[in-house]
T-cell receptor, first 113, second 117 residues
Framework: GDSVTQMEGPVTLSEEAFLTINCTYT??????LFWYVQYPGEGLQLLLKATKADDKGSNKGFEATYRKETTSFHLEKGSVQVSDSAVYFC????????????FGQGTILTVHP | GAVVSQHPSRVICKSGTSVKIECRSLDFQATTMFWYRQFPKQSLMLMAT?????????EQGVEKDKFLINHASLTLSTLTVTSAHPEDSSFYIC?????????????FGPGTRLTVL
């Protein structure tokens, strides 16, 4: 079945540091890929998505590129802020499973001033 | 953006009792909603797909008689944990997609923390 693997956390960075959170997937067909973010005390929110190979999703300074050859969708940000502290989830939606998301285990990011 | 609410946000109950959790789409209609369970420091596990006007579709290993799902209207789905036991303690999250495409944005509720004593 489909699966998503994220790098283990937690990740602790200083403000303005570069962020990478690795995500790889296994899926049949051609899934769509997502990054969701969960701020403390809030529900999950879509951060960015990519629907086909070589697409780049971007939002709020975060970027991720859909790499079919390496089955990866790594999340990057050039300069993190304290307000980026949250839990980040990589997820995929299979082409034959309407709306159903398969999540990675989540990565806790803490950014210190 | 679209909002999904859950009620209650937190519930504590005694073993053997039943607990109902509501999921509402506040400003859009959702013919389909999803229920997830999240264990501490673990990922979200899809439990079932709630379908308005028809039976819910449960994922493998999820007891449908234990976790009753009713999609009463285009804006409301309920999850009832029947005869709850301590091992049912978890964080339950619902979501609703914004459209009919699998790439559409899913809107998530804030979650319900269930503690069974």
């Amino acid at each position: 079945g489909d699966s998503v693997t994220q790098m283990e956390g937690p990740v602790t960075l200083s403000e303005e540091a570069f962020l990478t959170i690795n995500c790889t997937y296994t899926a049949t067909g051609y899934p769509s890929l997502f990054w969701y973010v969960q701020y403390p005390g809030e529900g999950l929110q879509l951060l960015l998505k990519a629907t086909k190979a070589d697409d780049k999703g971007s939002n709020k300074g975060f970027e991720a590129t859909y790499r079919k050859e390496t089955t990866s969708f790594h999340l990057e940000k050039g300069s993190v802020q304290v307000s980026d502290s949250a839990v980040y989830f990589c997820a995929l939606a299979g082409g034959t499973s309407y709306g159903k998301l398969t999540f990675g285990q989540g990565t806790i990011l803490t950014v210190h001033p | 953006g679209a909002v999904v609410s859950q009620h209650p946000s937190r519930v504590i109950c005694k073993s053997g009792t039943s607990v109902k959790i509501e999921c509402r789409s506040l400003d859009f209609q959702a013919t389909t909603m999803f229920w997830y369970r999240q264990f501490p420091k673990q990922s979200l596990m899809l439990m079932a797909t709630s379908n308005e006007g028809s039976k819910a579709t449960y994922e493998q290993g999820v007891e449908k008689d234990k976790f009753l799902i009713n999609h009463a209207s285009l804006t409301l789905s309920t999850l009832t944990v029947t005869s709850a036991h301590p091992e049912d303690s978890s964080f339950y999250i619902c979501s609703a997609p914004s459209g009919r495409d699998s790439t559409d944005t899913q809107y998530f509720g804030p979650g319900t923390r269930l503690t069974v004593l």
